[in-house]
Nanobody, 124 residues
Framework: QVVLVESGGGLVQFGGSLRLSCAAP????????MGWFRQAPGKEREFVAA????????DYADSVKGRFTISRDNVKNTMYLQMNSLKPEDTAVYYC?????????????????WGQGTQVTVSS
């Protein structure tokens, strides 16, 4: 079973920053497109950002453009989400996801592997 492990969540004030990390499978990591999704209480899981296997293509949801930065380190087998200018509406459980294809997608069903989630709470 492929296990993705998120970390870096926590409580932050409005306008603050957090960096999430996702530890991914080993030798095949560089062949996987990676994505971040989030789910707020009472809402559906939604797309946040995705990055292609070699970081050539990056996609952001409109709600986070200009504030969040997705990146990956294929040597460390880790994906990151730098979140700046955080708002209360960013409060959610953030999930790391992976798919064994070169190109990203915003569709949840397009991802094969998921992490357990990490809580991000932004106070007003």
């Amino acid at each position: 079973q492929v296990v993705l492990v998120e970390s870096g969540g926590g409580l932050v004030q409005f306008g603050g920053s957090l960096r999430l990390s996702c530890a991914a499978p080993g030798r095949t990591f560089s062949s996987y497109t990676m994505g971040w999704f989030r789910q707020a209480p009472g809402k559906e899981r939604e797309f946040v950002a995705a990055i292609s296997s070699r970081a050539g293509t990056i996609d952001y949801a409109d709600s986070v453009k200009g504030r969040f930065t997705i990146s990956r380190d294929n040597v460390k087998n880790t994906m990151y989400l730098q979140m700046n200018s955080l708002k209360p509406e960013d409060t959610a459980v953030y999930y790391c996801a992976a798919r064994p294809y070169l190109n990203p997608t915003r569709v949840i069903s397009g991802y094969t592997y998921w992490g357990q989630g990490t809580q991000v709470t932004v106070s007003s």
